[in-house]
């Protein structure tokens, strides 16, 4: 098959009959960085728990899923022209998010309510996209009114509306198997009869922030299911890595490999109820 596209995490290929096969890696990224080592089973993990998704939300918006690959990290596609714009929800405050609203009182021109703190609970969950970035820069968030100036203002009402109703429909469900949803991104883009369908992966733990209900404590940085757990220690004195350095982040420890797979293990099992064998 013809190599067409790596990104980060996934690289895709032409199967010859107009699909694409789409396989993730075990690479992991933070702060804009393709981290080494890779993580075992990361992209096994990631794909199964994206069909889990597509499955659980083909009545909220159609998907570019095909078929299934012939092994755990793969998935024929259909092709899509993707939207400019990364869509995000949040329905708490943390991370990038967190570090707007104390700048600016909001979050991608959304006003929010004074004192809110790093776990907060919105009132109601909102939209906040961002810029797509080329591969190696960084996202920047972006009003609604810019969505809109990109896209059009049809659009821009479609991608929040989808982005929204993805974001709930999520968060409902993990909160049944004692998870909290806080945020998450999805990938847009339309098919072949101008349709917006849902593309790259969803709700997983690369792509969203997985919080342990019953720890929940508004306040603090909260235990995560996610890629958090590398970030964390990248900025720790662990690490002795400066991000505003310009140098690459160091080698991932061995112990931070284990309890990152282990991480994302538990997301896949505790939301899907599903034992991963990979």
Request: aromatic share 8%.
């Amino acid at each position: 098959m013809k190599h067409v596209h790596s990104g980060k995490v996934r690289d895709l290929y032409e199967t010859g009959d107009g699909l694409l096969l789409m396989v993730a890696s075990d690479r992991i990224s933070a702060f804009d960085y393709v981290l080494e080592p890779d993580i075992p089973d990361k992209g096994a993990i990631l794909t199964q728990m994206s069909l889990w998704w597509f499955d659980q939300l083909k009545d909220v918006v159609p998907n570019h899923v095909a078929a299934r690959g012939d092994d755990l990290r793969s998935v024929v596609v259909r092709p899509l022209r993707m939207v400019q714009v990364e869509c995000v929800a949040r329905g708490y405050l943390t991370g990038g998010g967190l570090n707007e609203y104390r700048a600016t009182g909001a979050v991608s021109g959304v006003p929010l309510p004074e004192g809110l703190v790093d776990g907060s609970r919105l009132p109601e969950p909102i939209f906040t996209p961002s810029s797509k970035a080329p591969v190696g820069q960084h996202d920047e968030p972006i009003s609604y009114e810019q969505v809109v100036a990109e896209v059009g203002a049809e659009t821009a009402e479609r991608l929040r509306e989808i982005t929204l109703a993805v974001y709930r429909r999520g968060a409902d469900l993990a909160a049944g198997r004692g998870i909290i949803v806080a945020d998450t991104k999805i990938e847009l883009g339309w098919d072949s009869d101008g349709v917006l369908t849902l593309g790259d992966e969803v709700l997983t733990s690369d792509s969203s922030r997985f919080w342990p209900a019953d720890e929940w404590q508004p306040g603090r940085s909260q235990l995560s299911f996610d890629k958090q757990f590398v970030r964390d220690w990248l900025l720790s004195p662990e690490s002795g890595w400066d991000k505003s350095s310009g140098n690459p982040p160091p080698r991932l420890p061995d112990h931070v490999v284990e309890r990152t797979r282990q991480r994302y293990l538990e997301a896949y099992e505790r939301v899907t109820g599903v034992p991963f064998s990979g």
